[in-house]
């Protein structure tokens, strides 16, 4: 579904991401790891199109979007859930969720899948009418993937989602994240940290200061001592 070949971007002349090669397929959750300032929200920025590579090629279903405007990258499919979640804390849960469907014209379906993410986070729906600044961390961060899966993403791009969660509410929402595949949607999710995320994923890509140091699927990766030792307490 998604690979990037090569791929390299700077900030200036200095290089976050250094020929980067990284695929995910259909179906699947991948997990991108890797400590602060080693080039993961910079990668998730390359896809969604917020940021242009210096070199490389990324495709996406087989076709090159590597020039393509971050707007046209959404109507195709790709959603980006920032890190710190990015909701709007002056309007309602409700507001919040419809500004995901900006782009799309089909209203009545639109509303169909409002009922679906309030099924998907019955939460939300309890809170339909609530400022969203007001909602707790967790809340704001269904809030943040259930404002995503308005866009109807075939791949969502997760950004830290377990960031500054308690370690209940981290558990809670990767179930959810499982269901969110079950449903149909590819994931590359973003973690620093590591075994929740290692739990979930099909594969595994460790970055360190813009590089892929290690791949494999999780039972390779666990098994290697120099993630046992950085990123998995060991």
């Not at 909602?135 to 259930?146: D, H, R, V």
């Not at 950004?159 to 449903?183: Q, W």
Request: net charge neutral; with cysteine.
């Amino acid at each position: 579904m998604l690979k990037l070949e090569r791929v390299t971007v700077k900030y200036g002349v200095i290089p976050a991401v250094w020929e980067l090669n990284l695929e995910v397929r259909e179906g699947q959750i991948v997990a991108l790891l890797g400590a602060n300032g080693a080039g993961k929200t910079t990668t998730l920025k390359t896809i969604v199109g917020v940021l242009r590579p210096a070199s490389g090629r990324i495709f996406y279903n087989g076709r090159d979007i590597t020039m393509l405007p971050a707007p046209q990258r959404v109507r195709m499919g790709i959603c980006l859930v920032p890190e710190g979640r990015g909701i709007f804390n002056r309007l309602t849960v409700r507001e919040n969720l419809l500004l995901g469907a900006y782009h799309r014209k089909d209203q009545e379906e639109v509303l169909k899948d409002l009922e679906e993410v309030y099924r998907l986070f019955p939460r939300l729906k309890e809170r339909e009418d609530q400022i969203a600044g007001t909602l707790s961390g967790g809340e704001q961060q269904m809030l943040a993937i259930g404002r995503g899966l308005m866009s109807r993403p075939r791949l969502m791009l997760l950004d830290e989602p377990s960031l500054g969660l308690a370690p209940l509410i981290v558990r809670e929402l990767y179930a959810l994240i499982r269901n969110i595949r079950e449903n149909g949607v590819t994931i590359l999710l973003v973690e620093q940290s590591a075994p929740m995320a290692i739990g979930i994923a099909d594969y595994v890509y460790v970055l360190e200061t813009g590089v892929v140091k290690i791949s494999g699927t999780p039972e390779e990766v666990e098994s290697l001592e120099e993630v046992k030792k950085v990123y998995l307490g060991g």
